[in-house]
């Protein structure tokens, strides 16, 4: 008698699925998945606490105090520019909570109590803002790689004002108006060249202009690929050879008013800048600089387009 075979087919079973750990949702976290191996030992660990902690604040429904590099937390804290706070950090100078760091992106909070650079705490200092009437002849500049005189020639340490940085610049050959400032926000906001406030130059020019002239600089003419133009353009006073214009820019290209008229074939002979917004210069002797007041400070922010 034969026997009846049956085949039967197994299926196999389908592979088991790794485990993963869910993601963190938190920016904080992101940030550290961006950074990965890159990220040094110290700011490892700093950086998992901060995504602990702002998952700590997330359940009890308060948000999170934004944080940002050491490097600049130093910044904003008016001890040096950001870039000097990258070369202290990475020279190990920057200790937080007695840990030295070495990467000036490691997050803190910029109100965290435990920062010391060269084993002194750095707190944040009061900003400062200032206005100098640049000489003709100085570089606008903190330091000078081909050795050249600097604007900082014209700050004493009677009484010391610490870090401040230019806000805008003036090339060599130009004198005037020149803001400083330990603020870096504020900085910004007044040098945007899209939104900062209006700046008015008094230009000495080696030709006669007439209302035609004055028309063309005000259409404008490209040069180099930029369009450039000024917002206002009138005559203070002429000569028999050369004339004084008054000429206003309501946006900031570099070395904006020179380029447009060389552009015209017109050589300028001097160039001061005497307000911005509306700062004005006013009767400050050349080569000596003084605070602004609160009025001042609060225009400037307010003129900001």
Known sequence: MATARVAVRVQPSPPRRKWRRPRPSSDLAGRYRADGPLARAVCFGARCLAVRQSRRMSRKGKPAAPRHGIARVLSKRGLCSRSEAERLVRAGRVRIDGRVVSDPECPLDLDHPGVEVDGEPVFAAAHRYLMLNK?????????????????????????????????????????????????????????????????????????????????????????????????????????????????????????????????????????????????????????????????EIQALSGEAR
Do not use: M
């Open 135 to 295: 000489p003709r002849g100085l570089v606008t500049t903190v330091r000078d790689e081909r050795g050249r005189e600097t604007v900082y020639r014209c700050f004493d340490d009677d009484p010391p004002l610490g870090w401040i940085s230019p806000v805008g610049r003036l090339d060599k050959a130009s004198e005037g108006l020149l803001l400083f400032s330990s603020d870096p926000a504020w900085a910004a906001q007044i040098t945007d060249p899209r939104s900062g406030p209006a700046k008015t130059y008094h230009v000495q020019v080696d030709t006669l202009p007439d209302a035609a002239l004055l028309q063309r600089l005000q259409a404008g003419t490209e040069d180099n690929g930029e369009w450039l133009s000024v917002a206002a353009a009138r005559v203070l006073r002429q000569g028999q050879r050369n004339a004084w214009l008054e000429l206003s820019l309501d946006e900031g290209r570099n070395r904006q008013i020179r380029r447009l008229l060389a552009a015209l074939d017109i050589n300028v002979l001097r160039l001061v800048r005497v307000s911005i917004g509306s700062v004005g210069l006013g009767d400050l002797p050349k080569g000596q600089w003084r605070p602004l007041t609160a009025a």
